[in-house]
């Protein structure tokens, strides 16, 4: 089985298993930036944006992060600690919530995150960031998203976008070849499909691909790393050119996400590693 889930805690890939460490991280506020801005209709379909102190005049790279959750659980506002992390940092940092199992089923909470990246692209100029330097950036059932939107070109055609406008990707324990749908979560958001190949972001794996950021744990027993190990040898395969894989020793799923937070970076050097590679591709 490639996504291994306690059946004590079939709780959100996230949401429920970081709460009581990222509880205590989030901020009072947004000091500079945009809280509950709509994307769409829905009540889910909202962001926060959260923008570097003093920034000046240059346009900054943007940072849309997808958080997981079981593609059924999750809140923004739980995850300021990476908007917050990544905005000190110098990206414009966005964050959206998106609807969730059981209201919707695949290819549903892509197609939200498809339809925010547009908004996104169409106003970041309005919060000092680059249109032309969109990263994203998931963990999780999040990574999951971000890796779909990144190499299944159609999400992003669907809403107008190509696939270039996305500069890098960076996926954080993510679960992309998954297949038989062995456990209650993945049925539940995946069942509906009726070509199961085409939910798993291992088969899109391409040529022309940006480049790519794979983290995760050695002791990871929620999303196993040959997730992420395949994903790798399948872009290589591919002839994708930057494709980097990351794997800590001893850490376990939550911990890829809160070692982003300033108050947790001593857990591993992932957040000043996340960032030198969106740096680096923000340059090109």
Known sequence: MTIRIVRRAILPLLAGLALPACAALRPGGLTEGAR???????????????????????RKPV?????????????????????????????????????????????????????ALRF???????FGGSPKAIHLMGHSAGAYNAMMLTLDRRYLAA????????????GLSGPYDF??????????????????AQTQPINFARRDAPPVLLVTGSADTTVLPRNSERLALELRKAGARSISLKIYQGLGHTTTATALSTLLQW???ILNDVVAFLQATSAR
Not at 120 to 126: F, S
Request: charged content about 20%; glycine content about 12%.
């Open 159 to 170: 809403v107008g976008m190509r696939a270039g406008d996305i500069r890098s990707t960076v």
């Open 36 to 58: 509950d801005v709509a994307y769409g209709p829905h009540p889910r379909q909202r962001m926060d944006i959260y923008v570097p102190s003093g920034g000046g005049s240059a």
């Open 63 to 115: 940072v849309f992060f997808i958080y997981g959750g079981s593609w059924a659980n999750g809140a923004k506002e739980t995850y300021a600690f990476v908007g917050e992390a990544l905005s000190a940092r110098g990206f414009v940092t966005v964050i959206a919530d998106y609807r969730l199992v059981p209201e919707v089923h695949f290819p549903v909470f892509i197609e939200d995150g498809a339809l």
């Open 179 to 196: 297949l038989p749908l062995d456990i209650d979560v993945t049925k539940a958001a995946f069942g509906n499909a009726r070509e199961l």
């Open 267 to 269: 857990q591993a050097p």
């Open 120 to 126: 996104v692209r169409d106003n970041i100029a309005r």
